[in-house]
């Protein structure tokens, strides 16, 4: 069955996608549409029953997006949302190697992980798929992605990079902003300290992800390198529905 995202970065592609934090597979939908390559329901931050999580999934793959679960901090999230049919994960709050060992075992089957295997579930279609076949196809196409967003992670960054099987650094730049004392995330400190992070994944040849609240982030993302930007989709909501107002606004 393949990942396109995971295969698109292989091939040195830049890939585009939205966080999605509420329940909306309408908005799925629309993101699909548009184009996206990804779509990542965020169980970190958002408020999602396991059934929706799933639904959210299932209308991603009706639109050609590869769904993407940023997970919560129950170690079993990562299992429910890879059995659900996500093709990858995003593991908030990795600050050293350990933590990215870690999450790579709850994401992979043996012998590369700990993952608890059935085949009655949604990714192995109910049961229609089983074995060594099903095993080795989701260790392939599973992306697990990392998340820098502390100077401790930042430190850590080429040992965390260096983990077999940790396909994607992503900086998750308001909570780096936040843990290094800073008011924002365009701080000059946070973004040297962005710039480095680009400089050493490039130097490894690591795949890195930015977080991207509007279009002129999506580009300083693109300016970088970036091989996943994930743009906040609230965000973008928000500031299209201003954008009207304050047109109609200026209108009276």
Do not use: W
Request: proline content about 4%; hydrophobic content about 40%.
């Amino acid at each position: 069955m393949g990942n396109l995202v995971k295969e698109k970065i292989k091939n040195g592609e830049k890939t585009v996608g939205a966080f999605i934090g509420i329940y909306s597979p309408a908005i799925v939908e629309m993101a699909g549409h548009a184009g996206f390559d990804f779509i990542v329901i965020d169980d970190e931050h958002g408020a999602f029953s396991y059934s929706e999580l799933e639904n959210m999934i299932r209308t991603a793959e009706s639109v050609n997006l590869v769904p993407i679960v940023r997970v919560s901090y129950d170690p079993s999230s990562i299992q429910k949302a890879l059995d659900r049919g996500a093709k990858g994960v995003q593991v908030p709050m990795v600050n050293t190697r350990e933590a990215a060992q870690a999450a790579v075992a709850l994401a992979k089957y043996p012998p590369y992980g700990t993952r608890g295997a059935a085949y009655s579930h949604r990714a192995a279609r109910y049961g229609k798929d089983s074995g060594r076949a099903f095993l080795d196809r989701e260790n392939e196409d599973t992306l697990v992605i990392v998340h820098i967003e502390t100077p401790q992670a930042a430190e850590h960054f080429p040992e965390i990079m260096s983990v077999p099987g940790v396909d994607i650094g992503f900086i998750g730049t308001t909570d780096l902003s936040v843990n290094m004392g800073k008011s924002s995330p365009n701080d000059p400190e946070v973004q040297a300290l962005v710039d480095k992070l680009f400089a050493q994944g490039e130097e490894m040849g690591a795949a890195v992800g930015i977080v991207a609240g509007n279009l002129e982030g999506v580009r300083e993302g693109m300016q970088r390198g970036s091989a996943y930007i994930g743009v906040v989709g609230t965000s973008i909501i928000t500031a299209a529905f201003a954008s009207v107002v304050k047109e109609a606004e200026n209108s009276k």
